[in-house]
């Protein structure tokens, strides 16, 4: 059973930068795409960004646009988010996730079938 675990998070000050990780791990791992959720304190869980894991297609929330990259690393089969120029609105939790069906860079989360545990980034102004 593949597992996704997230790294990274904490606390930083408005403007900062934080980079999380999400590594899988368990047998043979080969997903479609790779995807970044976040879900603040009463909110729905939201889209951030999605990669195919071959790296050609990249997709990001306009929230985001230019400020984060989604990127990965096959070898260590890692996928991860650098966020630059971090606002308080980021402050959430983020989520990685994998999307095993081919053929799409999906932005709802029913379009994933994996999830990791979450990784709490907290942003202060």
């Known amino acids: 059973q593949v597992q996704l675990v997230e790294s990274g998070g904490g606390l930083v000050q408005a403007g900062g930068s934080l980079r999380l990780s999400c590594a899988a791990s368990g047998r043979t791992f080969s997903p479609s795409a790779m995807g970044w959720f976040r879900q603040a304190p009463g909110k729905e869980r939201e889209f951030v960004a999605v990669m195919e894991w071959s790296g050609v297609s990249l997709r990001y929330a306009d929230s985001v646009k230019g400020r984060f990259t989604i990127s990965r690393d096959n070898a260590k089969n890692t996928v991860y988010l650098q966020m630059n120029s971090l606002k308080p609105e980021d402050t959430a939790v983020y989520y990685c996730?994998?999307?095993?069906?081919?053929?799409?860079?999906?932005?709802?989360?029913?379009?994933?079938?994996?999830w990791g545990q979450g990784t709490q980034v907290t942003v202060s102004s």
């Open positions: 996730a994998a999307d095993m069906t081919p053929g799409r860079l999906g932005v709802q989360r029913w379009e994933y079938d994996r």
